[in-house]
């Protein structure tokens, strides 16, 4: 088997980088100043990270909730250092072929039925079968070449005649053997492809992983990556955050709503609030004119921010306390205001006083011992004359009268079943 190695940039070796390369950073300083200007504000910690990178020359992990900023981050890399972006988007299921190289079948295909001819002069004085088949198989290396590899991302990053970004986002979310996969990518810079041989960089690709934590790494993954936690940022760095992206919304509402997605997060939501999430509720807020930030007009929008149903009920119960503490529940953003989980039939109808009277009653009973509440149920005379019988039917407290015939007729229809054997 053949192997073919590219050299290797020295410009981008561990030693360091070339100061002409864009993806050179001076300091840490530099980092968060280019980052800034391309709109990412990057804290102290991730641009350190960012710096030992392009010096190190290893790969970034990224791991934290969704809407953090770490899939931004790799854009913002690629767009400070010039070089192009390469992205593999990983799921459940994925294998080597949809991340690092395929075979064109179809193109293998196209030229086998052109040169049937010529395969057949090539096996034309073939003495038996197994002597044509040896000469074929004499000439597959030509069908399993260059000419028929159909590079994936992974393998398009090594064979890149220009410098580029590698963002394999979401790799938590992707099977182990992936991850195994991805070994002698993060360790080596380097692909191999059994048919042909292996390719070596020639320009070393910045690599960027992100994984939301849906399920642990493996340690011979992390081994090989700079690793860096990315969480919610502090209340003043998502208010700069959001006022960077120049959302149209007033400084003063900005502020305000950081607090109230900070309140949402804290309740416990299937997922919470992204940053970016945040963002799109400014604008939205901005596009809609709010001069204020008003309970109606967060529960009316809140599903921008909130994307599930049970998450949205009890962001609709906290808006009103998240905007003023002490501020009354309005009837219609009671999260049970319109939803009562059964219908009623034609003519019923149903007040609220009848509702807030259930709710009382409710926490009343709530505020018995279950020993006391157990002992009212077993009370005689609890219910109504009319609990057991069609209306006006007297009966004693709790008891049915039942005549002779319909014993008679139960006790038979009983004695007709048949018992297990």
């Known amino acids: 088997m053949s192997v073919h190695f590219a050299a290797t940039d020295d410009s981008t070796s561990a030693a360091g980088a070339d100061p002409a390369d864009h993806s050179h950073f001076a300091d840490v300083d530099d980092v968060v100043t280019r980052f800034a200007d391309a709109g990412y504000l990057a804290d102290q910690r991730l641009a350190t990270t960012v710096f030992l990178q392009s010096r190190l020359g290893k790969p970034v992990l990224l791991e934290g909730p969704a809407g953090v900023g770490k899939t931004q981050l ?3 890399l690629a767009d400070v250092t010039g070089r192009e972006l390469l992205r593999l988007q990983c799921y459940e299921g994925q ?20 040169l ?17 088949v040896d000469r074929i198989g004499a000439e597959e290396s030509v069908f399993f070449s260059e000419r028929f590899l159909a590079p994936r991302p992974l393998l398009e990053a090594v064979r890149s005649e220009k410098p580029v970004v590698l963002l394999i986002d979401e790799v938590d979310r992707a099977d182990e ?5 991805l070994l002698e990518l993060l360790a080596e810079y380097q692909v191999s492809v059994p048919e042909i ?6 320009h070393q690709p910045m690599i960027v992983l992100t994984s939301n934590n849906t399920r642990d790494l493996s340690a011979a993954l992390k081994r090989r990556c700079l690793h860096l936690s990315l969480d919610y940022p502090d209340a003043a760095r998502e208010l700069d955050i959001i006022k960077s992206k120049d959302t149209g919304l007033a400084d003063v509402l900005a502020a305000k709503l950081v607090e109230i997605v900070r309140g949402l997060r804290d309740l416990d939501l299937r ?13 939205t807020l901005a596009v809609l004119g709010a001069d204020e930030l008003s309970a109606d007009l967060l529960s009316a929008t809140a599903n921008v921010v909130v994307k599930y149903d049970r998450d949205l009920t009890r962001a609709l119960d906290a808006l009103p306390r998240l905007v003023d503490p002490n501020a009354q529940v309005p009837d219609h953003l009671h999260s049970h205001g319109h939803s009562h989980g059964h219908s009623h039939g034609p003519g019923h109808s149903h007040s609220h006083d009848d509702h807030d009277h259930d709710h009382d009653h409710d926490h009343a009973s709530a505020d018995r011992s279950g020993k006391a509440r157990r002992a009212a149920k077993d009370e005689p005379g609890r219910h109504g004359d009319e609990y057991y019988g069609s209306p006006g039917a007297k009966s004693d407290a ?12 139960s006790f038979n229809a009983r004695g007709a079943r048949k018992r297990p054997v």
């Open 197 to 202: 041989g292996t390719f070596v960089a020639t």
């Open 398 to 409: 709790g008891t049915r009268t039942v005549s002779a015939s319909q014993g008679s007729r």
């Open 95 to 114: 294998d080597e072929t949809t991340a690092l190289y395929e075979w064109d079948y179809g193109k293998q295909l196209l030229y086998t039925q052109v």
């Open 271 to 283: 997922k919470a609030p992204s940053i970016s999430e945040t963002i799109d509720w400014a604008r």
């Open 177 to 181: 053997a992936l991850e195994a996969v």
């Open 74 to 76: 790799a854009k913002t």
């Open 116 to 132: 049937r001819e010529k395969i057949s002069q090539v096996v034309a004085d073939a003495a038996s079968l197994s002597e044509a």
